[in-house]
Nanobody
Framework: QVQLVESGGELVQPGGSLRLSCAASGGSFSTYAVGWFRQAPGRERNFVGAITDDGTKTYFAASVKGRFTISRDNAKNTVYLSMTSLKPEDTAVYYC????????????????WGQGTQVTVSS
């Protein structure tokens, strides 16, 4: 069983930057791929990006490619989602999740989820 806690969400102006963290405990974190998803009110949960267990490969949704990056520090059991050039449409609750599928893009590719952190992009 892996427990995940996201943090770093806040209100930011359009064009701004933000870094979210996903801290893991209770499992073999370094053996899992990590995905980030987001969910806006009234909408389905959508894939943002993912990173392999060893951190060598990442994959992003077209809507965030070139603006978002993912990195991980397995020694700290933490994954980071760095977001730049933020837009109002990036407003959502952001979730991290772990699984063994690799660079999965669907929620069912992941086994454990955090509780989410709110990101609001507004002037």
């Amino acid at each position: 069983q892996v427990q995940l806690v996201e943090s770093g969400g806040e209100l930011v102006q359009p064009g701004g930057s933000l870094r979210l963290s996903c801290a893991a405990s209770g499992g073999s974190f370094s053996t899992y791929a990590v995905g980030w998803f987001r969910q806006a009110p009234g909408r389905e949960r959508n894939f943002v990006g993912a990173i392999t267990d060893d951190g060598t490969k990442t994959y992003f949704a077209a809507s965030v490619k070139g603006r978002f990056t993912i990195s991980r520090d397995n020694a700290k059991n933490t994954v980071y989602l760095s977001m730049t050039s933020l837009k109002p449409e990036d407003t959502a609750v952001y979730y991290c999740a772990v699984g063994n599928y690799g660079l999965g893009t669907q929620p069912y590719h992941y086994d454990y989820w955090g509780q989410g952190t709110q990101v609001t992009v507004s002037s």
